[in-house]
């Protein structure tokens, strides 16, 4: 049975460049179409089916950019490359936020050319309108609510661009797996996803855990070891709660990003990397590079385009659907019967504003499931009357001259008169940490991600107010 070559289509008015750019492309087995200004382009996209087009930012009647955005339209299914001189980052940025797959630099590298065409065909189709049942049952946002449509719309054109991509939004509002479903349908989908909660890792092992090291480097290196960057070679890394990282690690994060080189420690080569970056903080980062926690420059390289999660009180009409959805997974993880909720249960549900999204709701679900015995989940089973209205008190960003951001429940207390001001909040303070720390078994990381501070803020803490004893 014969393969059909795939389209592509060339949009550049330097006869030279069209010249290379079909013959290389012939060798690859495609089939070739060009234009030499936007309006024939558009002409030939009317008439025939393309794979990929590759454009050149300057044209006769206007910008490559314009072309970008006519096929982001006219046809969202296309990935469009464009062919930037010079290397010039403003314009590759912009390109990417229009909506472009990736770019070329002038002059253009025939291997980067055919590793682009290669990613750019093995593209899964785009998924459009609402979740069929097969669909829903995988990992995915749930939700028919206006903000969660276009919410998977934009991850849709997301995982159609190698665009490094930030991701906002309040805890448990799903980022990581907003960053996996943009893995997943894109070109990068059968090769690692890699996960990395940036506050979790010690300092002192930083490096070695994202750079890698070889054998003898160190006492202890036994062996060798990849690091993150190494082993998330040709797919993504996904860099959670990146507001966290000190400043010292930023720096060689910059490097390596910039370069698209990674030297493992012990070692002499630096070997060449191709990872997409996606990265995530419940934390303002803009706010977090003005109180100069966050280098400027990192931020640029990070924040190509961003991803806002909507928080789930904005998307009440998709509450009983996402709690349906949770607890038929979690009946099927006990081997239970599937529960259902009683209307009034889930109204109560539809109210409660959720202070920590869609992973407090699982947190109520999955203590509710373990507490009922029956079949059927009304009001009382769910114990959500007694909750008491959380407030969140805004400060700089882990500035630990602060009081603790208290993200979790606040209950009424009452003032001691007796106490001058700071006696009061440094023992309001420590009755939070020391709570959070029972309710956490002594665990430092869980503790420190429920008050909304990083670990190495906790350990400041602990030893002003007298804790670590």
């Known amino acids: 049975m014969k ?4 389209n592509i289509l060339i949009v550049d008015d330097e006869p030279d460049i069209i010249e290379l750019l079909e013959l290389t492309l012939a060798r690859m087995g495609m089939e070739v179409a060009s234009a030499k200004c936007i309006n024939d382009a558009k002409q030939l996209l009317q008439r025939g089916q393309f794979q990929l087009c590759l454009t050149d930012m300057r044209l006769p009647d206007g910008e490559g950019l314009d072309l970008v955005k006519y096929i982001a339209q006219k046809c969202a299914d296309l990935p469009v490359a464009v062919i930037t001189a010079h290397g010039t980052a403003e ?16 002059p253009v590298s025939l291997k980067q050319l055919r590793e682009l065409v290669k990613s750019a065909l093995s593209l899964p189709p785009m998924r459009t309108g609402i979740l069929s049942p097969a669909e829903s049952n995988h990992k995915t ?19 159609r661009s190698q665009a490094s991509v930030y991701i906002s939004g309040e805890s448990g509002s799903g980022k990581e797996l907003a960053a996996r479903m943009i893995h997943e349908r894109s070109a990068r989908h059968a090769k690692p996803f890699v996960a990395v909660n940036c506050g979790a890792i010690p300092e002192n092992l930083m490096e070695s855990e994202f750079f890698g090291y070889k054998k003898g480097a160190f006492t202890g290196a036994d062996k060798d070891h990849d690091g993150f960057f190494l082993t998330a070679d040709g797919g993504t890394l ?6 966290d990282l000190p400043l010292t690690m930023q720096v060689k994060l910059l490097r390596v990003i910039q370069e698209k080189q990674v030297r493992r420690i012990g070692e002499a080569q630096e070997k060449n990397i191709d990872v997409r970056i996606i990265s995530a903080t419940h934390k303002n980062l803009a706010q977090c590079v003005e109180y100069n926690q966050f280098r400027q420059d990192l931020y640029y390289r990070l924040n190509v385009i ?12 998709d509450i009983p659907l996402i709690a349906n959805a949770v607890m038929a997974k979690l009946c099927k993880e006990s081997a239970r019967s599937v529960c259902n909720f009683k209307q009034e249960a889930l109204d109560v549900l539809r109210n409660y504003d959720f202070p920590g999204n869609v992973r407090e709701l699982e947190n109520i679900l999955e203590r509710t499931l373990a507490l009922c015995s029956d079949t059927e989940i009304g009001v009382d089973e769910l114990q959500l009357t007694a909750k008491v209205k959380e407030t969140t008190q805004t400060i700089a960003p882990d500035d ?16 001691d008169s007796n106490l001058p001001l700071q006696d ?4 309001l303070e420590r009755d939070s940490i020391v709570k959070a720390l029972m309710d956490n078994k002594y665990n430092r990381t869980k503790a420190a991600k429920i008050l909304g501070v990083t670990v190495r803020s906790l350990r400041y803490r602990m030893e002003r107010l007298g804790l670590n004893e």
């Open 238 to 243: 996904f860099l959670d709660e990146v507001a």
């Open 306 to 317: 961003e991803l806002n999660m909507p928080a789930l009180r904005t998307m009440k009409d």
């Open 424 to 427: 009061y909040l440094d023992k």
């Open 91 to 106: 314009n590759a940025v912009a390109a990417l936020k229009a909506g472009a797959f990736d770019y070329l630099p002038k």
């Open 141 to 159: 946002l749930l939700g028919e609510s206006p903000p969660m449509r276009q919410l998977r719309a934009t991850i849709e054109k997301l995982s």
């Open 400 to 415: 630990p001259q602060q009081p603790v951001q208290f993200a979790e429940k606040v209950w009424p207390v009452m003032i």
């Open 3 to 6: 393969t059909i070559s795939p």
